[in-house]
């Protein structure tokens, strides 16, 4: 065996490891989720949110609470959300069905819990 197979030999060894640990990683992380998911199912939980309380005035970010899930429901974890021009329209109270106070931002990143 060369010098560049013994190299080879220690990089994909170490690549499998770091593959390893990855997935471990990944399965603990997945672990966690489904220890929240469990310690939350059938509860009311607090969460923070950007909540419009009238039209056009600046949002506020506070603890809302949140009812259990239903059926055919589910709960998400919200990373990042965003607000368009159809937010705007009602924030703005422009629509008819303008209904305050309000939380905007119909769409969303984030996962299942």
Request: aromatic share 8%; proline share 3%.
């Amino acid at each position: 065996m060369n010098s560049l197979d013994s190299k080879c030999g220690h990089l994909t060894e170490k690549l499998k490891l770091s593959a390893y640990s990855f997935i471990r990683l990944l399965i603990y992380k997945y672990q966690q989720e489904l220890e929240e998911m469990s310690s939350t199912k059938g509860q009311v939980i607090r969460c923070k949110a950007a909540v419009a309380w009238e039209a056009g005035k600046p949002l506020v970010i506070e603890e809302v609470e949140v009812a259990p899930r239903q059926k055919m429901e589910v709960r998400l974890k919200i990373l990042f959300t965003s607000l368009c021009h159809t937010d705007l329209y009602f924030w703005e109270a422009k629509a008819q069905n303008s209904v305050f106070p309000r939380i905007l931002g119909h769409g969303a990143a984030g996962h299942v819990v």
